[in-house]
């Protein structure tokens, strides 16, 4: 899989896990919430260690750090006010964060890197994504399916 596909299949699985962690119920929110988090922080890993480091110089700059960090805190933040009136407001501001982060790396970052990199160069990027991203994963106790 190339990086292209993998990073917004992993975007897609996030939009599903938002979408979950709406119709859940009792402590099921808390443990969605923890796997979106873990999530955030692996793709996070991945793309900065292995796939945006491709981009060729002058090329748009990646500033997704302190987007990742301010998930992480909102993640947490989201896990303290559950069962509060005070959740959905704090949920839909990070999810709307999340968004928007995502839609800035599938309209301008990755189109960038596409066009940087041969096709076999950005299958090369996907596996090693792939492999960081389960990789951290499984450290935090995390199962990927097929993998």
């Known amino acids: 899989m190339d990086a292209v596909t993998?990073?917004?299949?992993?975007?897609?699985?996030?939009?599903?896990?938002?979408?979950?962690?709406?119709?859940?119920?009792?402590?099921?929110?808390?443990?969605l919430l923890t796997e979106i988090e873990a999530r955030l922080s692996a793709h996070n890993l991945a793309e900065e260690n292995h796939v945006f480091p491709a981009l060729m110089p002058g090329e748009p700059v990646y500033e997704g750090n302190h987007v990742h960090d301010e998930a992480a805190e909102k993640v947490a933040q989201a896990q303290r006010l559950l069962g509060t009136e005070y959740f959905a407001p704090v949920f839909d501001d990070f999810v709307s964060a999340v968004r928007d982060h995502v839609e800035e790396e599938e309209q301008e970052i990755l189109p960038v890197l596409a066009g940087a990199v041969s096709p076999s160069r950005l299958e090369d990027l996907g596996r090693a994504f792939e492999e960081r991203r389960v990789a951290e994963l499984r450290q935090k106790g995390f199962v990927e399916a097929g993998h």
């Open 6 to 31: 993998a990073i917004t299949a992993d975007h897609r699985l996030l939009e599903d896990l938002f979408r979950r962690v709406r119709a859940a119920e009792g402590d099921e929110p808390f443990a």
